[in-house]
């Protein structure tokens, strides 16, 4: 066992007026099954990167232990899988490897195909496996469940929970609470390390959200009150003080010296409720700085004149002599919130992108109802550049209900002025998730929305579709979010 600690860590990228981290200290054993979560852009993978060494930083970063991070960037996937595991670690022992691998469940003989020709899943699992090759290594795994379907992600879930020394990107619920043992978190002002499952501390943070919301109000209350007393407190003393130059009712002399006293005293009680006025307002602001905001969004959904929007009757999709899936039969209803699971490589993509209107080449029947409107958010985002003013108006939505949903979704105003092309992957998938959800619609199909996307994005997500109940066709993995919102799943198969 050894320590890594990090000590009053600051860094900011070039340009940028703010600090990713600021003055941040805690330390991490190697030992242990880390998870790190944190809402997108908050600098997860940053701190992955500085971990490595890639940038510049104040502060300390002590180790007695080298980095491995994942995913490795394989530049030739020509090549055959079993070189590109000896590009990325030479000195393994072929033994050893097929060991992992078959932890994982990948055959031998994948080692001998293109590294290009294995799915998104076993190339995964492969350079996962490459990954526990190295020894006297802390790993650092980033969002490795990313083209991973169900079965293969409980699947490196189970492979994680057998292992020990890493840290692990992710924000599937399900997938972290299976396989790790301390949650690393990075909130609005610091950075946070719990014991437990991810759920553990999922409920610990909401706890402490209440907690602190609630002290927020009696707060509130307290300011409010004291404001209002030191006003009256301040009119008497001043009304006292006119007294002064005055006489009594009776025509006596006014007694100078008792009312000037009194106004004194009636001024240092004004003063005294000030200060604890202001004292209750710096408590005030010490709370809520880490409270997790998750307003309730808004779909644009319409209503279709038919109960029955789309029907497929015994579809199949080839491409060339490789059958996607064959005799594919289910309908979509008004109201409708339809999981498309299965495996990888089973045809999902291809039966949403022909439902939109791709040209998709496949027999059986396939009926759409006449002017439906569809909403559709794409795996890809690749495509995403310009200013989000310029995707609003290209998009043909409202760009001042746009950026509301994505203030939402936890974007800062200074990044409304950044080109999307920058922005990180959760929230470029933010970006698709906005659009669709201002877009005027009767169906929404949304092919793996949550790619990439935090924790707290997600149920916001999940809130508003249980809400609302807009009818729609999905492909997710994360089991979670399956679980909550589909109201019936429909199966393919290879």
């Given at each position: 066992m050894s320590l890594i600690k990090v000590t009053n860590l600051t860094f900011a990228y070039d340009g940028s007026y703010d600090n990713i981290f600021d003055r941040v200290s805690f330390q991490i054993d190697t030992d242990w099954k880390l998870g790190f979560t944190g809402r997108n852009g908050r600098g997860k993978t940053t701190f992955l990167q500085l971990l490595l060494g890639k940038y510049e930083y104040s502060g300390t970063i002590s180790a007695n232990v080298s980095f491995e991070y994942f995913p490795f960037h394989v530049t030739n996937k020509d090549n055959l899988t079993v070189d590109v595991v000896a590009d990325i670690y030479p000195d393994y022992?072929?033994?050893?490897?097929?060991?992992?691998?078959?932890?994982?469940?990948?055959?031998?003989?994948?080692l001998y195909r293109p590294f290009g020709s294995l799915s998104h899943g076993e190339q995964t699992k492969v350079l996962l496996a490459a990954l526990f090759l190295k020894e006297n290594c802390f790993l650092l795994i980033d969002e490795p469940t990313n083209h991973l379907d169900l079965h293969a992600r409980k699947l490196v879930s189970n492979y994680l929970n057998s292992k020990s020394g890493f840290i692990l990107v992710s924000h599937d619920r399900a997938f972290l609470d299976n396989c790790v043992d301390h949650i690393l978190s990075i909130n609005k002002t610091n950075i946070d390390i719990q014991r437990g499952?991810?759920?553990?501390?999922?409920?610990?943070?909401?706890r402490q959200d209440s907690f602190e919301l609630d002290e927020n109000e009696k707060l509130r209350k307290d300011v409010k009150r004291l404001s209002e007393a030191a006003k009256r407190t301040s009119n008497w003393s001043h009304e006292?003080?006119?007294?002064?130059?005055?006489?009594?009712?009776?025509?006596?002399?006014?007694?100078?010296?008792?009312?000037?006293?009194?106004?004194?005293?009636?001024?240092?009680?004004?003063?005294?409720?000030?200060?604890?006025?202001?004292?209750?307002?710096?408590?005030?602001?010490?709370?809520?700085?880490?409270?997790e905001s998750s307003e309730s969004?808004?779909?644009?959904?319409?209503?279709?004149?038919?109960?029955?929007?789309?029907?497929?009757?015994?579809?199949?999709?080839?491409?060339?002599?490789?059958?996607?899936?064959?005799?594919?039969?289910?309908?979509?209803?008004?109201?409708?919130?339809?999981?498309?699971?299965?495996?990888?490589?089973?045809?999902?993509?291809?039966?949403?992108?022909?439902?939109?209107?791709?040209?998709?080449?496949?027999?059986?029947?396939?009926?759409?109802?006449?002017?439906?409107?569809?909403?559709?958010?794409?795996?890809?985002?690749?495509?995403?550049?310009?200013?989000?003013?310029?995707?609003?108006?290209?998009?043909?939505?409202?760009?001042?209900?746009?950026?509301?949903?994505?203030?939402?979704?936890?974007?800062?105003?200074?990044?409304?002025?950044?080109?999307?092309?920058?922005?990180?992957?959760g929230q470029k998938k933010k970006v698709l998730i906005a659009r669709s959800l201002c877009e005027r619609a009767h169906l929404h199909i949304w092919d793996e929305p949550l790619n990439f996307i935090d924790v707290i994005s997600r149920m916001q997500i999940e809130e508003l579709l249980l809400e609302h109940s807009p009818t729609l066709l999905f492909v997710e993995h994360d089991s979670e979010f399956c679980n909550r919102i589909a109201t019936k799943t429909v199966k393919l198969k290879n």
């Open positions: 022992e072929h033994w050893q490897l097929l060991r992992e691998l078959s932890l994982l469940k990948v055959s031998e003989e994948a499952r991810f759920s553990d501390w999922l409920e610990n943070k909401q006292v003080e006119k007294t002064k130059n005055g006489t009594r009712n009776s025509g006596s002399k006014v007694d100078k010296g008792y009312v000037g006293h009194k106004a004194a005293k009636m001024m240092k009680r004004s003063k005294s409720i000030e200060q604890r006025q202001n004292s209750a307002i710096e408590e005030k602001s010490r709370l809520l700085k880490n409270v969004l808004k779909i644009a959904q319409i209503a279709y004149h038919k109960s029955l929007l789309v029907e497929l009757d015994r579809l199949s999709i080839a491409y060339g002599e490789k059958t996607a899936c064959r005799d594919v039969s289910f309908t979509v209803e008004q109201g409708d919130r339809i999981a498309l699971s299965g495996p990888n490589g089973s045809g999902k993509s291809s039966v949403l992108k022909l439902i939109c209107g791709e040209d998709i080449p496949h027999s059986g029947s396939l009926r759409i109802g006449s002017q439906l409107q569809i909403s559709y958010v794409s795996q890809d985002t690749s495509h995403l550049r310009g200013s989000l003013t310029e995707f609003a108006r290209s998009s043909g939505i409202e760009d001042s209900l746009f950026k509301t949903i994505l203030r939402k979704l936890d974007f800062s105003r200074a990044q409304f002025e950044k080109d999307i092309a920058s922005f990180s992957g």
